[in-house]
């Protein structure tokens, strides 16, 4: 999959959402509890298992994801990125400051261990509910 690779580098903090609906409005933030905040290697971990799951076809579910990623630069301002999976219908829905158009919409293996792996680390990081 691929992320907006300027972002990624700023990236300074992510929070990890329990997506609850979907957005009232397109770019919207995604409704949610925030159930952790990731900083230093926990980025970099999360990070590059996003950038590499491998590519699928569409699956139909209407789109309903469950878990959600928000990343900050420094100043913790405004989104860089919102990534929004869901791992029934194999899609990835992006959007912020940074998001350029053909990024917006992606899909992935949700099979893959890659994506096995951050399921589970959503998983845990709402399990835990630390922040």
């Not at 409005?25 to 298992?49: C, N, Q």
């Not at 590519?55 to 959600?68: I, L, N, T, Y």
Request: aromatic share 8%; net charge negative; glycine share 8%.
């Amino acid at each position: 999959m691929q992320l907006p690779a300027e972002a990624v580098a700023a990236t300074a903090l992510i929070e990890v959402v329990r997506i609850s609906a979907l957005p009232a409005k397109k770019g919207a933030a995604y409704p949610g509890r925030t159930v952790a905040h990731w900083a230093g290697s926990e980025i970099a971990d999360a990070l590059a298992l996003v950038e590499n799951l491998p590519g699928s076809a569409q699956h139909r579910c209407g789109f309903s994801p469950g878990w959600g990623v928000r990343a900050y630069e420094d100043s913790l301002d405004l989104a860089l990125f919102e990534a929004a999976f869901c791992f029934t219908c194999h899609e990835v829905r992006m959007h912020g400051t940074a998001v350029p158009p053909a990024l917006a919409t992606q899909f992935f293996d949700a099979e893959a261990a890659q994506a096995q792996a951050l399921l589970a680390l959503f998983r845990a990081a709402g399990a835990s509910g630390r922040q």
